[in-house]
Each structure stands twice: as C-alpha cells, then as structure tokens.
C-alpha cells in the first residue's frame, strides 16, 4: 500500500523514540523505588506518572499499527480509531484521578499535558480513522502522525516534569523534615 508505504520512516522513528522513553520511565521509576511513599503518593502516580507510560505506549503501538503490511487501510484505521477511542475514555479517567488525589493541586499547565493536550490527540485518532475510511488516506495520515507527535512531545514534558517536580520538591521536602536544612 503506497499511503501507509510512504511513512515507514516516520513511525520507525517515533515508535523507536516512545520504546526507548518508556524504557527510560522505567530505569528511572527503578531509582527513586527505594524512596519512601508517603500518604497519597499513589494516587497522584496513577494521576500523574502512569499516563505518560500509557501516551508512550499508545505511539508505539501505533507505529506497529501502521507499519503492518495491511492489505488495506480499513483494518488499520480501525485498530488506530479504536485506540483513539480509548485514550479519550482514559483522559476522563486520568482528570478524575486528578481531582481525586490530594498531593498536589494541578494548575492550568497541569490540566494541559495532562488532560487536554492528551484528548485533542486522542481525538485526532478517533477522527482521522473517520477520514480513512472515506477516502481521504493523505489527510487521515497526516492527522494520524500529528496526534502521535502529540502524544510523545505531551509524553517527554509530563516526564520531564514529573521528575523535576520529584527531585525539587519531594526530596526537599524528605531533606526538611529529617533536619538536613
């Protein structure tokens, strides 16, 4: 198939980059796993650290999705529409997580990369699947590639944050109280 041919190159490069994060995710879950977990930390995890792994995710499986040699687009834009479908049903579960945990009040930027940043690319999927299906494969494509650049770039800030937010104010917090400052 010439439309799914033409972005073999894309997707071995974005779904590389995700199986190397969530690698990354993992050594780094692996070194701080010897840290105690105070009240509430494992809510604001599945709020705030899990979805990450799970963006990450969804653009690996994505990339196979549509690296397979599917005889037509049909099956993919199924498998790729579906995906969508679900990370829209996760984001509702993700913000409701959000609001539940009481760690850390979110803030806008929070409510970005974190909910709505992730539903507009979830969204696209969902979408784009539509546009296949009735014949507009170049456009669906470029909606396909542009919601998992989304998802990674969304992926690397929550990431990035997290893990800032962890060694500046947790650690800091774990210093005070045992009398270090």
């Known amino acids: 198939m010439t439309t799914l ?5 894309f997707y071995v490069i974005v779904g590389s980059s995700a199986g190397a994060l ?56 199924l498998l790729w529409g ?7 049903l996760y984001e509702l579960v993700v913000a409701r ?10 803030v806008f930027e929070d409510w970005l990369f974190h909910v709505l940043l992730p539903l507009t690319a979830y969204g696209m999927l969902a979408g784009t699947a ?3 299906v009735r014949s507009n494969i170049g456009r669906a494509m470029f909606g396909v590639g542009a919601a998992a650049l989304l998802l ?9 944050d997290g893990i ?3 060694v500046y104010v947790t650690r800091q917090k774990q210093r005070q109280e045992h009398g270090r400052e």
């Open 5 to 9: 041919s033409g972005w073999e190159n």
């Open 164 to 166: 800032t937010y962890h």
């Open 22 to 77: 969530i690698g990354l995710q993992f050594v780094v879950i692996t070194l701080i796993a010897d840290q105690p977990i105070g009240p509430g930390q494992q809510l604001a995890s599945a709020a705030f650290a899990t979805p990450t792994i799970i963006h990450f995710s969804s653009v690996l499986l994505l990339s196979a999705i549509l690296s397979a040699p599917w005889p037509g687009i049909g099956s993919a834009a």
């Open 152 to 160: 990674l770039f969304v992926g690397i800030h929550n990431a990035w």
């Open 82 to 88: 579906l995906s969508g479908l679900g990370g829209i």
């Open 130 to 132: 539509c546009w296949a």
């Open 97 to 106: 997580r959000m609001r539940a945990q009481d760690l850390y009040k979110p």
